[in-house]
């Protein structure tokens, strides 16, 4: 469907400076495949969207769109806009328009559809992304949720070959990624050619067909979600793919402050899409501070999220230890402590010694 070769794109400041965000970029993309791109800020992933749909026409080399290179002058941009549709991060609805009017304007004005085709199909696409109810709304009233769906509906009205998705949930609250994450599965599901840059580590793995990982404006490594997440071949993917979110405790005794803590806890669960979680780990918290490891301060506390194995911790640090605080004969706590983990791992360390809840 698409060949990318040898793509470069090159910004220049007022003053005369350059700046090269896409350096040599060459792929090929198929029909039905959803491609995950990812990658650290800065390094090309939005700029190579935009330059493939020309929002931001690239410096050097070429873009072949079903057999014609998009970069020859005079190709009829208009005809790729059809083609390629673009979620972007921000929604872009239009705000003096209801949901369908938003969802309504390109088919009617564009593919010059007939008022009542292109209401019938507009109800029909909210239905599919579950806001029918909210046809007649204006954007204002809606949750940044909400307005990314309509904003992906308004997409397909275009009846796209390939959608291309800007980091979708980057703007979004952190409990309203889901709404939007499952309507692109359920896109990929149906066959939809998908590019999409996102942060989402997961949803990457779980939705692809490929995945690129951008380094420096390059392609640096491609490949399954498997051989990306599983088996990178390059360090820089290895380091990226490898992230482990954590926030760390010093408790010094029990009069700590333990509303930080919950408030932190809460805060972090909810950053990285684990609000599940949330009342398991303070309960666990609870337990081993008040009652299993109550004689054991001070110690480390910390939590631990990874993304590529979406394993959530709480590790218990206790300097100097030589044994495990745990003992048999709190019974209760400790069934009710095994009650909200998958695993308890009790393991000596160079410092002294560690329990880790796997929630």
């Given amino acids: 469907m698409i060949t990318v070769s040898h793509l470069s794109k090159t910004f220049y400041d007022p003053d005369g400076s350059a700046l090269q965000v896409l350096k040599d970029v060459s792929c090929d993309i198929h029909p039905g495949e959803v491609i995950s791109i990812i990658g650290p800020s800065g390094t090309g992933k939005s700029t190579f969207l935009r330059a493939l749909n020309l929002l931001d026409p690239p410096t050097g080399g070429s873009i072949v769109v079903d057999g014609e290179n998009i970069l020859e002058k005079g190709y009829p941009v ?17 705000s003096h328009m209801t949901v369908l009017e938003n969802v309504m304007y390109a088919p009617c004005k564009i593919r010059k559809e007939s008022v009542e085709k292109a ?17 007649d709304v204006y954007p204002s009233l809606l949750s940044g949720g909400q307005k990314q769906r309509v904003a992906i509906a308004r997409c397909l009205a275009m009846k796209p070959e390939v959608i291309l998705f800007d ?35 997961k949803f990457a793995r779980d939705v692809s067909t490929r995945v690129f990982f951008m380094f420096d404006g390059y392609i640096h490594e491609e490949g399954t979600p498997h051989q990306i997440f599983d088996a ?12 482990i979110r954590k926030d760390v405790f010093d408790v010094r005794g029990e009069d700590f402050d333990f509303l930080d803590m919950e408030s932190r806890i809460r805060r972090f669960c909810i950053k990285y899409n684990i609000a599940e979680k949330t009342e398991p780990a303070l309960q666990a918290c609870i337990l081993m501070l008040d009652k299993l490891m109550a004689d054991y301060f001070p110690m480390t506390v910390r939590i631990t999220h990874s993304e590529m194995s979406d394993e959530t911790a709480l590790d218990f640090m206790v300097e100097g230890l030589q044994a495990s605080p745990l003992k048999e004969g709190e019974n209760a706590s400790l069934e009710k402590l095994r009650s909200l983990c998958q695993e308890i791992v009790e393991e000596p360390t160079t410092r002294g010694f560690r329990v880790k809840l796997r929630i």
């Fill in 167 to 201: 980091e979708p949930t980057s703007a979004l609250d952190p409990t309203m990624v889901g709404e939007v994450l499952s309507v692109i599965r359920q896109l990929a599901k149906e066959g939809m050619t998908m590019i999409i840059v996102t942060h989402e580590m």
């Fill in 119 to 135: 209401r019938e199909e507009g109800l029909s696409l909210l239905r599919k992304v579950g806001l029918a109810e909210k046809a």
């Fill in 78 to 94: 208009h005809k790729l806009r059809q083609k390629m549709g673009m979620v972007f991060q921000n929604f872009n609805l239009f």
């Fill in 232 to 243: 990178p071949q390059r360090s820089a993917t290895k380091a990226f793919v490898q992230r």
